[in-house]
Structures are given as C-alpha cells and as structure tokens.
C-alpha cells in the first residue's frame, strides 16, 4: 500500500484513539498482562507494532481484535501512556467499515450487534430479545441447526437466578437521550 495512505490510516487511529502509536517501545507489558492473550492469534504488543508499519489491514482482521473484553489493563500498565485498548477498538470499527471480520469471529459480532440493538431499541439489556436476534443473527451467518440449541441448557439455570427476564421490550422512559447518545457515539470524527 502507498506510503501516503499507510500514513493517513494510521493518522485516522490515533486520531480516533487519542493516542501515539509510535511512542510504544515494544516491552510487552500489555501483552503480559492481557487476560485474553492465550486466545489470541495476534498480541495486543503486536497490534500495535502492526499499527506502527501502517499494516492495518492485518491487525484489524485478527481474532484478537474480537477477542478483547475491553478491560483497559493493557493501556493502564503502558509505561509509555499507549491506549491499546482504544487502538483495538478503532480496528474492530476497521474491519467492519472494510469487511475483513476474521471468519472464525463472525459469531462473535453478531452477539455484540444484537445487545447493542437491544441497548438502543429499550435503554438497557432484554435478555430474551437479545439472545432471539443473535440466534437469528447467527443462523442467518450459519444455518445450523444446533447452532438454534446451544447454550440451551443455560436458560433455566439463568432464570431460577433472576439473570433471564422473560419479557420482550420493556423500555427506559426516556428513549429519546439513548438515541441521542448513539447519534453522538456515531457522529463522524474530524481529523
Ligand atoms: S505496554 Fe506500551 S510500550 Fe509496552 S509494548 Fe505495550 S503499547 Fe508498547
Ligand atoms: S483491553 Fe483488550 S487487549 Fe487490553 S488487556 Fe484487556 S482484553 Fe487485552
């Protein structure tokens, strides 16, 4: 890829994640204290160093990418004040915008759109409707069967705890701050 385009993207990362990517020193920190990094195909040190060489494309179509929980222990051990997690999250917006999901991945984006769609349709979790669209969601991606009945065995569990409402919808009154509060999160960033 043209050098001048390489610099833009990784422009357009920091820009959006408030932070330098070339002031990681490559100590490995992060990826020493990353809870999911045994999953990973890729550490979150080498995201970064990808980043740095302007490789975005293959940093955002990692598992690892998915694979994070968001728990900001990589960026709060950084010595050099690096915010990996605000990285990895922009290249999880990249691989959507470009369609490049790493495959084994797909039924994990498919969980976070179908409780982000809850999120926006009632204000809060509905964990019936949530778990309804994803299996839709995951069908559609994946027409198996079996797909429809695993984790099955978790709901009654679930629900003698009180953790599975049954009960569609049930929406926040004030729905219209939520939607403002998407508007916002999606409005364009300018560089
Ligand atoms: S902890 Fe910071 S400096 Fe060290 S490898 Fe990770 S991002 Fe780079
Ligand atoms: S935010 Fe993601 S990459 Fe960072 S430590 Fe947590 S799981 Fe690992």
Known sequence: MH????????????????????????????????????KMDILPS???RLVQYGDIDRAASSTAVWQCVSCLTCST?????????GVVDVLKQISLEKKIVHPKIKQVVAFQRSFLNTIYRNGRTNELEMVAEYKIRGLLGNPNPFFALKDAELGLPMFLRGKLHIKFGAPVKNKALVRRIFAKCQEPVTE
Do not use: F, W
């Open 77 to 85: 051990r950084c010595p050099k004040s690096v915010n990996i997690a």
């Open 3 to 38: 050098n001048t385009v390489k610099n833009k993207e990784i422009a357009r990362i920091e820009t959006l994640s408030h932070t330098k990517v070339a002031d990681c020193y490559q100590c490995g920190k992060c990826s020493a204290g990353c809870p999911m990094s045994e």
């Open 46 to 48: 080498t995201l970064i």
